[in-house]
C-alpha cells in the first residue's frame, strides 16, 4: 500500500462541534444555540468558506434514563469525529450515571473500565478532552451560576441539582479547571442565564473563526473544490493493496507520447474509483511538475452537473497557465470550450485529467450523459483518463474508439491481503478460519462485496474477544450467513436485514431504515439531508411537525454512508447492488411504492414557489401516481408554467405531462381558465407577455386554434398599452404571423410580416436587428409559398445588411446565409448554395464551436443539399455527423435530433437501404409520439415519410394504412387547404395509382390539383407544383380509360373557377 498523498493543500476546512451537557436542566440553553446562536455561527462560517457543524445527539431524548446505553456509543464516536471542538455546560447537576455499559463497548474502549461509577455527561467530557491530549483551547466550558437555582419554582429545582453527586460534580468542575489552568481548554464560569451564556459562546466562537480562517485568507473556491475531491479520493485509496499490472498499464499511457484517452471499464464495484485515485497519488510522487486535475463525479454536492465540471477544469487551466480568457458562462459555450482551452497548453507541462465514474454524470441536461462536452482529439500534452460503467456514456465513448483498461475482479490471490489492510485501519484482525472462508467465497472477488461484508464484521469486538470461543462463534456464523449470498445484490438484502434489525426498531420512529431507502428511490434524483429528515418526522404532542431528529437519523446514515452518494447536494445511492436490494425488498408491491410517491408529491406540493427541486420532482410524482387534477394545477399554474418554458428540460417535458393527462383535460381550456384569473392581477404590460408565451407552447404543441386566440389578444393589449409601433407590440405582430405561416395561411401571414417590417423600417431604421429579423421571416414565408424571387430578393438584402451592420461572422449574419442557401436550394440552385452552405458551417464553427445546435443544423443542411443533387456518399458521413452531435448536445429525443434521424432515413431510403432506413423512421416515430404527440404535425411529417418508405419497399397495404392515417390527422388538426395536408393527399392518390386502384386515386388527384389553384390564385401566381400535379391527374385520367377531349374536358373544368386554362 502506498503513502498516502495530498495532490494539493487539503486542510480541512470545518469545525464540527460537540455539544455536552446534563440533560434536563439545560434545555433553555440548549434551545437558544441550536435556534439563535448556532445559525449566526453557521453564516460566519459559510462566509469563510467554512463547514460548520453542531451535533448534539442527545438533543429530543424523552427518556434519558432508558436512552443511555444506546446513545453512549454513539456520543463517544461522535465526539471523535468532532475532535478537537467540544462545548461543556455544566450547573449543579451531575447527571445520570449509566446502569450498565455493553462489553463490546467496553472492549473498543477500554479506559470505561475505571470510569464505571461516572456519569455520561463526564464520560463525554473525559472522552473528548482529558483522553485528547492537546486541544489547542478548542475545547470551551462553561459554567452555570449556582444563584439561577434561586430564579426556578421550588417544584423544578429537582432537575437542576444532584444530591447525591455533587461531590463527584465538584471533582469534575475541578479538573476541568485545572485543564484551564494547564491551557488544555477555555472556561468561562458563571453565566447567569441562557442569554449571556449564547452571549459568551457567540464571541468565543467568532473569535476562534477569525483565528483559524481569517476573512483575508478564504480559500478560492476552486481550491474548496479540489480539496474535497481529494477528501473523496484519500477515503478511496484507504487499504489499497495489489494491481501493480493495471497500475504499471496506467503509466505507461500517461508516460506515452499523444496517446488518444485511455476508459476504465468493469463491472459495479470492482474497483475503478480506488484505482484511479490510487494511481493519481502514485503518479503525482513521482511527477510533482504534472497538472493533475482529478474530479471524481458523485463525491461532491455539486461534482455531477457537466458544466460545473467543465468550468472547473477551465478554471484550474486559467491558473496554471495563465489563459486570459473568460470562462464561458452559456452552456452553449462550454460545451468546446474543453477542446479549446486544451489546446491552449500546448507544448507546456503535462496535463492529467482523471474523470471518475462519467454514468453518475447528472441527466438533468439530456445531452450530458453522451459527453458531448468531452473534447475528441487532445494536444500531445495532455493525458485523459476515464471510467464508466455500461450505459449511455460508455457507449458515447466507444463511438470514439478510445483505448479501454479493463478493471477486472480480484484473484484469490488479492482477497486475503485486501481485507486484512482493511481491518488494520481500525487495528483489526479477523480469524484465520473467517479467512479462509473469504478466500474461498466467489463473489468476495468484488471489491464492493468485500469491503460491505468487512463493514459488516467489524461491527463486532477487537481482537481480544477472538479468543473467546463463544464471540468467535458468533461472529463465523455472521460471516458465514453474509458469505452464503452469491452476488452483491443478495449481500446487500442481507445488509438491509441487518440494518432493518439495528437502526429500524425504535418505538418513537420505526421502521427508520425502510421509509429512509424508498423516499430515496422513489424520488427522482434523490433527496437532501434535510428534505429526507422533514420526510421522515412526525407531529409532536402540541400537534406541530416536526423533522426527525438527528439521534435516530445518524447511527443509520453512518452504517449507510459507504453505499451512499451526494449529487448535486442529494442523498441517492452510491451503486445499482443497493438500488436494486431495496427495489426488490420494500417496492416490489406497487402499493409500497406507490405510498412513498404519495408522500413525496405531498411534500413537494407544498413548496409554494416553482423552485428548482420542486419542478424536478412534483411534476413527476403526480404523474406516476395518477393524480391529474393535481398535475393539470401545477402545469396551470404561471409561474411554475414561465419557469418550465424556460428550462432547456422542462420545456419538453411539459408537454410530455400533457400528454400524460391525454384527453382528462383540455390545456387550451386549462390555460385560458387560469390567464382569466389572473388577468385581474398582473399590471398591464405584463399581461400580454404571458398570453405569448401560453400561445407559443400552443404553437409549439400544434394547437393553433387556442395559440391564434391568445396571440390575437396578446397583441391587442400590447396595441392598446404600448401603442402600435412598440417594439414589443411588433414581436406579437410578428410572432402571430409565425402561427398563421404554420397554419398554412400564407396570405395572412405575408400581410402580417410586411406590417411589422413597414413599420420597424419607420421607427426602428432598416438596419436595426428587429427589422432585419422581420425581413427575414417574411423572406421565409416567400419560399414557403413557392415565391422564390421575391424571397431571394430579400434575402439577399438581409445578409448584405447583417455583413455591413454586424460583420460577416456574426451569428445573425450567418443565420441569414444559411437561409439564402436554403432558398437556394430549393429552387435547385445547388450551385449557388454549396459555397454558402459551407460558408455558414465554416463560419458557426469558428464562432459557435462544433457542437452548437446552429452548427448541427449547418452539417445537416449541407447534407440535405448534396443528398438532393445526389450526392448521397458525400451526404450520408454528414448526415451522420449531425445527428451524433444532436444526440450528444440536445438528447436522443430532441425535436431536432428527431428531425436528423428522420433525414438520415430518408437518405438511406433513396439509396435503397430499406432496412436501415426503416430501423430509423420508427425510432423517430416512436420517440415523436412520446414526446409530442401522435397528433402533432412533426410527428405526422414521420409518418408520412415512413409511408413513402413503405411505398418504395412495394408494401403498399402498410403504407396506405399511414398514408390515411397522416391525411385524416392532418385535416383534423391543420385543416384540408394546408400544405401538410395538400402533400397528403397527393401521396395518398400516388399509392393508389400505383396500386392501380385508378377510381381510388381519381377524387384525390382532382382534389389536389383544386387545392393548388387555390393558393396559386392566393399567391398571385402559378405555384412550383401545380405542373407537376396537373401531369399526374391528367394520367390518371387516361389510365381510367378516357380520351384525349375527354381528359380536356375534365381537367378544363378543375381549372376553369380558378382562372387557369386546361393546355
Known sequence: ??????????????????????????HDERDLLI?????????????????WTEVDLRWGITKEESDEGKILPLC??????????????????????????????????????????????????????????????????????????????????????????????????????????????????GYVNPEQLGEWILEDFTALIDRLYPKDKIPYPLDQEAMRHEAYAKSRRLAFVGRSDLLRQMDEHAGSTGAKPLVLTGESGCGKSALLAEWAARWHDKNPKDLIIQHYTGSTPESADWQGLVRRILSELKRAFNISDELPMQSDALRTAMQ????????????????????????????????????????????????SLPGESL????????????????????????????????????????????????????????????????????????????????????????????????????????????????????????????????????????????????????????????????????????????????????HDYLRAAVQRRYLDDEAAACHFRHQ?????????????????????????????????????????????????????????????????????????????????????????????????????????????????????????????????????????????????????????????????????????????????????????KGDY?????????????????????????????????????SKGDYEGAEPLFRRTLAGRECVLGKEHPNTIESVNNLAWMLKSKGDYEGAEPLFRRSLEASEHVLGNEHPNTLTYVNNLAALLENKGDYEGAELLSHRALEASERVLGKEHPNTLTIVNNLAGLLYSKGDYEGAESLFRHALEASERVLGNEHPNTLGNVNNLAGLLYSKGDYKGAEPLFRRSLEDICKVSRKMGGQHPHLKIIFYNYATCLQKMGMNGEQVRQRLKAVLKPYGFSAR
Not at 35 to 51: H, M, S, T, Y
Open 789 to 825: 424571387e421575391g424571397a431571394e430578393q430579400l434575402h439577399y438584402r438581409v445578409m448584405e445588411v447583417s455583413e455591413s451592420v454586424l460583420g460577416n461572422e456574426h451569428p445573425d449574419t450567418l443565420t441569414y446565409v444559411n437561409n439564402l442557401a436554403l432558398l437556394l436550394g
Open 395 to 574: 457507449d458515447a465513448l466507444r463511438k470514439r474508439n478510445w483505448k479501454e483498461l479493463h478493471v477486472p475482479l480480484f484473484a484469490r490471490d488479492d482477497i486475503a491481503p485486501a481485507a486484512k489492510a482493511y481491518f488494520d485501519i481500525f487495528s483489526k484482525r479477523l480469524h484465520r478460519e473467517i479467512l479462509a472462508k473469504i478466500e474461498d467465497t466467489a463473489a468476495a472477488a468484488n471489491p464492493l462485496f468485500l469491503r460491505a461484508v468487512l463493514d459488516e464484521l467489524r461491527q463486532f469486538g477487537l481482537s481480544k474477544e477472538l479468543e473467546n470461543k463463544d464471540f468467535r462463534k458468533k461472529l463465523e456464523e455472521e460471516a458465514f450467513n453474509y458469505l452464503k449470498a452469491p452476488d452483491p445484490l443478495a449481500l446487500f438484502n442481507l445488509i438491509l436485514n441487518r440494518w432493518d434489525r439495528d437502526f429500524g426498531q425504535d418505538d418513537e420512529y420505526p421502521d427508520l431504515v425502510r421509509r429512509s431507502l424508498c423516499l430515496i428511490a422513489c424520488s427522482r434524483f434523490g433527496l437532501s439531508e434535510s428534505e429526507l429528515l422533514d420526510l421522515l418526522g412526525k407531529k409532536n404532542a402540541d400537534g406541530k411537525y416536526e423533522p426527525l431528529p438527528r439521534r435516530p437519523w445518524t447511527p443509520f446514515y453512518l452504517a449507510a454512508e459507504n453505499d451512499l452518494a451526494q449529487r448535486a447536494g442529494l442523498l441517492t445511492f452510491g
Open 1 to 26: 500500500m502506498t503513502k498516502l498523498q495530498h495532490l494539493s493543500h487539503n486542510k480541512d476546512r470545518q469545525i464540527r462541534v460537540f455539544i455536552s451537557s446534563t440533560f434536563s436542566d439545560m
Open 76 to 189: 463517544l464516536e461522535e465526539i471523535h469525529r468532532c475532535r478537537p471542538y467540544f462545548i461543556g455546560l455544566l450547573g449543579e447537576r451531575y447527571g445520570r450515571v449509566p446502569k450498565s455499559i455493553s462489553a463490546d463497548l467496553l472492549e473498543s474502549q477500554p479506559w470505561l473500565k475505571e470510569h464505571l461509577e461516572h456519569s455520561v455527561t463526564e464520560l463525554e467530557i473525559i472522552h473528548g478532552v482529558f483522553n485528547e491530549g492537546q486541544m489547542h483551547k478548542h475545547a470551551y466550558f462553561y459554567f452555570r451560576d449556582p444563584k439561577y437555582l434561586e430564579s426556578m419554582p421550588e417544584g423544578k429545582q429537582q432537575y437542576f441539582m444532584s444530591d447525591e453527586a455533587s461531590g463527584k460534580l465538584v471533582k469534575l468542575k475541578k479538573k476541568i479547571r485545572d485543564a484551564h489552568d494547564k491551557e488544555i481548554c477555555v472556561l468561562r464560569e
Open 600 to 784: 413525496l408529491a405531498g411534500y413537494f406540493g407544498s413548496i409554494p414557489q416553482p423552485t428548482d427541486r420542486k419542478l424536478d420532482e412534483l411534476p413527476l410524482l403526480l404523474r406516476d401516481v395518477e393524480q391529474w387534477e393535481a398535475l393539470k394545477d401545477l402545469l396551470a399554474d404561471l409561474p411554475t408554467f414561465d419557469r418550465m418554458r424556460e428550462h432547456p428540460r422542462w420545456k419538453w417535458e411539459l408537454h410530455g405531462f400533457w400528454l400524460a393527462i391525454g384527453g382528462r383535460y383540455d390545456p387550451i381550456e386549462v390555460y385560458r381558465h387560469a390567464l382569466d384569473e389572473t388577468e385581474p392581477n398582473l399590471s398591464a404590460e405584463r399581461l400580454p407577455y404571458y398570453f405569448n408565451k401560453v400561445a407559443i407552447f400552443h404553437l409549439d404543441a400544434g394547437r393553433y386554434e387556442g395559440s391564434e386566440q391568445l396571440h390575437c389578444r396578446a397583441l391587442e393589449v400590447s396595441e392598446s398599452v404600448l401603442g402600435n409601433e412598440h417594439p414589443d407590440t411588433l414581436t406579437y405582430v410578428n410572432n402571430l404571423a409565425m402561427l398563421q405561416k404554420s397554419k398554412g395561411d400564407y396570405e395572412g401571414a405575408e400581410q402580417l410580416y410586411r406590417h411589422a417590417l413597414e413599420i420597424s423600417e419607420s421607427v426602428l431604421g432598416n438596419e436595426h436587428p428587429d427589422t432585419l429579423t422581420y425581413m427575414n421571416n417574411l423572406a421565409e414565408l416567400l419560399r414557403s
Open 35 to 51: 435556534k439563535k446562536i448556532f445559525p449566526q455561527l453557521r453564516k460566519l462560517c459559510e462566509e469563510r468558506a467554512v463547514i
Open 340 to 387: 479549446d482551452w486544451l489546446v491552449k497548453t500546448a507544448g507546456s507541462r503535462r496535463v492529467v485529467i482523471v474523470l471518475d465514474a462519467l454514468n453518475q454524470i447528472s441527466s438533468e441536461d439530456a445531452s450530458a450523459k453522451q459527453l458531448g462536452w468531452l473534447p475528441f482529439a487532445l494536444p500531445t500534452n495532455v493525458r485523459l483518463i476515464v471510467s
